[in-house]
């Protein structure tokens, strides 16, 4: 029979020495991956510092940014991430209504194709969205930069990590119903049709 998971005790605070060797532990990892990567780590770990100094002193409103509509673009930071999951500032998709007082957003990432590329070069798993000439003139990509909604990677984020639109001159931009309609149609192909058959095993 398996044990149950203890769960820790967090009733006190912690030491400058565990702060310390918590520290040190950092400082090995980073140094031991690629230079490129230690300064993304840093760069996340100054913002996630930052996100939390925000939180704790109730310094992020949600209703400061506005409310949110499926198919809004945004332009989000996925932070510094394990393994494949999605990392970085990327653009995203919102596929859910979020109003204004609502601290989640739920989004699809977006990826972008050069010119060159076509359809076929995307997963079938994934939804090609072609040319997004709203998001290539905010972002100054080249003409003919083609995206496509990475569906493996859809989320809820914090509106924390929202970069834009956050203010009255940040331009707000959407996709069209009939491209939301197939990020909603790959979606519901890739996580609604697996496992709804299992059954729980007969008891002894």
Excluded: C
């Excluded at 031991?32 to 840093?42: A, D, R, S, Y």
């Excluded at 989000?76 to 859910?96: K, L, P, Q, T, W």
């Excluded at 996709?175 to 299992?198: A, F, H």
Aim: net charge positive.
């Amino acid at each position: 029979m398996a044990k149950p998971i203890r769960k820790k005790k967090y009733s006190r605070p912690i030491t400058n020495n565990r702060l310390s060797r918590l520290q040190l532990k950092l400082a090995i990892a980073i140094k031991g991956i690629k230079k490129k990567n230690q300064h993304l780590v840093e760069e996340w770990l100054r913002k996630f510092a930052d996100y939390i100094h925000a939180e704790d002193n109730k310094g992020f409103k949600s209703e400061n940014l506005g409310a949110f509509k499926a198919g809004d673009i945004i332009y989000a930071e996925f932070g510094y991430n394990v393994g494949s999951e999605y990392g970085g500032r990327h653009y995203a998709v919102v596929i859910e209504n979020s109003p204004l007082k609502a601290n989640m957003i739920m989004v699809v990432p977006l990826s972008s194709l050069d010119a060159s590329k076509t359809k076929s070069d995307v997963h079938p798993n994934d939804a090609y969205l072609g040319e997004l000439p709203q998001i290539n003139a905010i972002s100054n990509m080249p003409k003919g930069t083609k995206s496509f909604a990475v569906i493996n990677q859809t989320r809820a984020l914090a509106k924390q990590r929202i970069i834009a639109p956050t203010n009255p001159y940040h331009e707000r931009i959407y996709i069209n119903g009939g491209l939301l309609s197939l990020i909603y149609k790959k979606i519901q192909g890739r996580y609604t049709k697996y496992g709804i058959n299992r059954k729980d095993k007969e008891s002894n």
